[in-house]
């Protein structure tokens, strides 16, 4: 316990040191979020320093092992580590699909080179990775997925479409699911590689939602040569190492049901909205009760990830579980915009100009509702659930 004590006074003596004033406020927009990459665009200069300094640190991956460029903090550290950023606002210093999903398949699946080649800049925010799993005709039933990966003696040649490519328009590299052999059953027969989106052949088209916006992109692969040295794992095996990378995935799109980067509670933006009564409580009674309800479910949620992340590193894993963080976690996240869309009533609906930062929240609401089809859709979490965590039997076709 001493131990903790003075890594933490440790920690956040550096924090206080190296967290510049303008990054410990909340982001304001998804535009002040670093992405990093070869074309990073930072929005200001103490953003870059931000990022360079925990990057040095190993912070930006503080679990990972040092030898790869992490921090090599224990479960206990990187907790303290987090609770310290939180108590000053810091802003994460790095947005990651490469941290979040692709860095954690790598340590397990990886070989030794592959580990020292990309683990590194990913820590550093040198390479933004895409995702390229879903196709038109294989979305929940991704083991159905047709891009075609043949073998050409020194590469490999892709062909064939993603869609929802999350920033693929943005990204240097994907990680990608490809069919390597189509006799073998759906599930076999995969393989998962890697290879860079400025390969000849590869192009990308943004896909517009109903908010407006959107991350999301169709992308396709015309006779895109891959060295071989970059398929990760075993061939004709990838499927292993996408249901291990989907576990990560459905917790950190879950996660975002447990907490906010709003800079006033729901509570705080109620009151705003519609007033408060001589006691200082929301005018409001229902919206009050209804706000009071949705903030001890979000506590409790973040208590189960954080008992998910323990029992996962205390060697228990996470597998089916992490459809149960999903699918809260998203109805949570869907929960908490309904009701800052109910305390600002007719005026949360309008959709441009500066009073409403041309419709930022309308814009995030109806963003929500793309949180319980990513990832995997809530019916298929819930059948996961069903099966694997409560052992229900398959329900009978009549």
């Given amino acids: 316990m001493t131990d903790l004590e003075d890594f933490r006074q440790q920690t956040r003596q550096w924090l206080e040191e190296n967290c510049p004033k303008s990054m ?4 304001r927009s998804e535009a002040d979020a670093c992405w990093g990459g070869r074309n990073a665009k930072f929005i200001s200069e103490d953003q870059k320093n931000w990022l360079d300094a925990m990057a ?13 460029g992490g921090g090599g903090l224990d479960k206990d550290q990187a907790k303290i580590l987090k609770s310290e950023m939180a108590r000053i606002k810091a802003r994460p210093p790095l947005q990651s699909f490469g941290v979040w999903m692709l860095g954690p398949a790598l340590l397990k699946f990886g070989s030794e080179e592959q580990k020292k080649r990309f683990l590194p800049p990913i820590v550093r925010g040198e390479i933004r990775w895409c995702q390229g799993y879903s196709e038109p005709g294989a979305g929940s039933d991704l083991a ?19 869609i929802w490519t999350s920033y693929a328009d943005q990204s240097d590299w994907i990680f990608c699911l490809v069919r390597t052999n189509r006799e073998a059953p759906k599930h076999l027969g995969i393989s998962f590689v890697l290879f860079d989106m400025a390969s000849p052949g590869v192009s990308t088209k943004p896909i517009t939602l109903i908010s407006g916006k959107s991350p999301f992109c169709e992308t396709f692969f015309d006779n895109v040569k891959v060295p071989k040295e970059n398929l990760v794992g075993t061939l004709d095996r990838g499927w292993d190492i996408a249901k291990y990378l989907l576990t990560h995935e459905r917790e950190m799109i879950g996660g975002s049901g447990g907490s906010s980067s709003a800079s006033r509670s729901l509570g705080e933006i109620a009151v705003l909205a519609l007033g408060a009564n001589e006691n200082g409580e929301l005018i409001d009674t229902s919206l009050r009760s209804k706000i009071a309800s949705a903030e001890m ?36 996240n869907k929960r908490r915009f309904e009701l800052m869309m109910a305390s600002k009533g007719l005026s949360a609906l309008q959709w441009e100009g ?28 819930l059948n996961i659930i ?13």
């Fill in 386 to 398: 069903s099966k694997r965590i409560l052992g229900l039997p398959d329900p009978k076709v009549v």
């Fill in 297 to 332: 479910d979000g506590w409790a949620f973040l208590l189960t990830m954080e008992r998910a992340k323990d029992e996962a590193k205390a060697g228990q894993g996470v597998g089916a579980r992490s459809s149960m963080l999903k699918y809260y976690g998203t109805e949570l």
């Fill in 144 to 162: 159905s997925l047709q891009t075609k990966c043949e073998d050409k003696g020194d590469h490999f040649l892709i062909n064939g479409q993603k």
């Fill in 56 to 68: 040095a640190k190993g912070w930006t991956a503080p679990e990972w092992p040092r030898e790869y």
């Fill in 24 to 27: 410990r406020t909340p982001m």
């Fill in 354 to 381: 500066e009073a409403s930062k041309d419709g930022q929240l309308a814009r995030q609401w109806l963003r929500t509702k793309g949180n319980s089809i990513e990832g995997g859709t809530s019916e298929v979490q």
